[in-house]
């Protein structure tokens, strides 16, 4: 798991979750020359996430480490303005009383302040963490994701449904007139485009070819939206340093009590907030970096998984299901299919394909329901029972 990255630094102690460093040898200070005006996380999430306010310190605090000068208010020094996640552009300006900045002046998320720190230089930010003119899209307060299972970091005592999505139940497949695209042309596992569903079925059958964790089948519909590519490895960077500061943080708590010692009441609620914005950060982050499908996943055994599996590639080829789908072995049962959708804000379009495959047959509603999960969790290895005792799937065929 990644760690926030202090190489370079001398004396670094990390005191309530913030880290704190000696300055860097005067040769390794690539901020010298640079002065820092930072902007404080919104109060309107920063008292409630200290997973992100730990996170933005101890960046601000690095930068100085290696020769920024920081300040909090306006001066004609100032080289770069720090904002963190959710500030847009006429908050900023708001919070500095001004009407614009001088365009020397470059607005940056926090997250450049790591663009920097990897390349031991300042580097012109990336998209992602440039704050132009107009960037005022920031999802407001307690709706930061439109997504089912994240909470409102302002009411940590309820949980909420956010994404509502379509409620025609109904709502037929998008169609669509792009050029098609296999994600998966050129790897053998899957179907490519020169071939035929027929044979594709007939060239790799799941029963006789998936067998070891590492196997998996792909499927995926070519005229699907493509278009927005994930980034794999900005978001599994910036999910696992929150993972990392959530673990840091419960040990922070955990020291100072016997191995038998209970945590108090008050300590039990630090720590469901912790986990609340946990699940927030790590879900934001995958919206950022486009890490956005999801899955319904199926289980299956090896009498039905061959039928089953050639029902959902034929629909999916045809538009009936979601962008894509995969089988592989299961840790509980002997095949998981998993039906994936494009856009895990889209709850109307995950509720339009799980109606799809109980039409279908493979999904019968009995005693245990099925789960739909977030691709980004698989992605940084959250599993049903982990360490951060997270929910990792966002609801089930019962809530939906």
Not at 348 to 367: I, T, W
Not at 369 to 396: D, F, G, H, M, Q
Request: glycine fraction near 4%.
């Amino acid at each position: 798991m990644a760690q926030f990255d202090t190489d370079g630094l001398r004396d670094v102690e990390k005191r309530n979750g913030v880290w704190f460093f000696d300055n860097a040898s005067e040769e390794h200070q690539y901020f010298r020359g640079h002065t820092l005006l930072y902007i404080l996380p919104d109060p309107v999430y920063g008292p409630n996430s200290p997973l992100r306010n730990n996170l933005f310190y101890s960046r601000v605090n690095r930068a100085r480490a290696f020769g920024a000068v920081i300040v909090d208010t306006w001066h004609d020094n100032v080289t770069h303005v720090v904002v963190s996640t959710h500030q847009t552009w006429d908050g900023m300006l708001e919070y500095l009383r001004r009407h614009d900045l001088p365009p020397k002046v470059q607005v940056v998320r926090d997250g450049y302040l790591d663009e920097c720190h990897e390349a031991r230089a300042i580097v012109e930010p990336s998209a992602l963490q440039h704050l132009t003119p107009g960037d005022n899209q920031c999802p407001p307060a307690g709706h930061m994701l439109n997504l089912p299972r994240a909470q409102s970091i302002m009411v940590l005592k309820e949980r909420k449904d956010l994404a509502e999505g379509d409620s025609d139940e109904d709502r037929p497949a998008k169609e669509s007139t792009r050029e098609l695209y296999n994600p998966f042309q050129g790897n053998e596992m899957a179907k490519q485009l020169d071939e035929t569903c027929q044979q594709f079925l007939q060239r790799l059958i799941p029963s006789q070819v998936v067998k070891g964790e590492f196997d998996r089948l792909a499927i995926a519909n070519p005229a699907a939206d493509w278009s927005c590519q994930p980034n794999l490895k900005a978001f599994k960077y910036r999910a696992n340093s929150f993972l990392e500061l959530f673990l840091d943080n419960r040990w922070d708590m955990e020291k100072d009590h016997r191995e038998d010692e209970d945590f108090s009441r008050g300590e039990k609620a630090r720590l469901r907030m912790l986990r609340t914005s946990l699940e927030v950060e790590i879900l934001y982050a995958a919206k950022q970096t486009n890490v956005i499908c999801g899955r319904w996943l199926l289980p299956a055994t090896a009498k039905n998984i061959d039928k089953n599996w050639q029902v959902v590639v034929e629909s999916t080829l045809q538009g009936g299901l979601g962008c894509a789908a995969e089988v592989t072995r299961g840790e509980r049962v002997s095949f998981v299919i998993s039906v994936y959708t494009c856009d895990i804000n889209d709850k109307g379009e995950a509720k339009r394909v799980l109606n799809k495959l109980r039409e279908l047959q493979v999904f019968n509603p009995g005693p245990k329901p099925i789960y739909y999960k977030a691709l980004a969790y698989t992605e940084v290895e959250l599993r049903a029972k982990n360490e951060y005792k997270l929910r990792t799937s966002l609801y089930n065929s019962d809530e939906i």
